[in-house]
């Protein structure tokens, strides 16, 4: 488990990087690389965080994490690899992205598809978050077993003798 642990954080940088400086690779970073690396790049990276010491202390409680907490996180992953391709960023006073460059109608459509790529980006891994800290808590108890821990208490409860 630690191994994935580690991937988990890694990847989790690799995505806060991506957003925040992937453009940097193709060309020079603009006006709006630091908004992105406060906005974005920084919960992207506390979130995930967050999300590994959750999965750490469901390792170190012998539970088990269940396959939709990393389906979740691994959905937030491709989220963001889309949003690096089509975030937009300020060059000399003109809008880039890496699809576009800065050529209409494509720069409208491409920042039409980052904001919700950024939006559900950032709710999958908030939901992520929220499953792995559920994982750490243990197996709920089903229906079943919940009702037959209420029969057995008030049977045990009620007085003998008077029945």
Same mark, same amino acid.
């Given at each position: 488990m630690g191994a994935r642990i580690a991937a988990l954080c890694g990847l989790g940088v690799l995505a806060a990087l991506w957003v925040v400086l992937g453009r940097g690779l193709f =060309? $020079? #970073?603009g006006s709006l +690389? /630091?908004?992105?690396? %406060?906005? %974005?790049?920084l919960p992207i990276l506390v979130l995930h965080a967050l999300i590994a010491r959750a999965l750490a202390r469901t390792a170190r409680a012998g539970f088990v994490t269940r396959r939709a907490t990393w389906l979740t996180v691994a959905t937030a992953w491709l989220c963001f690899t889309v949003l690096g391709l089509t975030i937009p960023d300020r060059? !000399? *006073?003109? #809008?880039? +992205? %890496? /699809? +576009? *460059?800065?050529?209409? $109608? =494509? %720069?409208?459509l491409a920042i039409g598809i980052a904001n919700p790529m950024g939006i559900i980006g950032i709710g999958l891994c908030v939901a992520s978050l929220i499953l792995a800290v559920s994982d750490s808590r243990g197996p709920r108890k089903s229906e079943d077993e919940i009702l !037959?821990?209420?029969a057995a208490w008030s049977d045990t409860s009620r007085p003998r003798g008077h029945e």
């Open positions: =060309g $020079p #970073l +690389t /630091v908004i992105y690396a %406060l906005i %974005l790049g060059i !000399d *006073g003109v #809008l880039h +992205t %890496l /699809v +576009t *460059g800065s050529q209409q $109608p =494509g %720069l409208g !037959d821990e209420a």
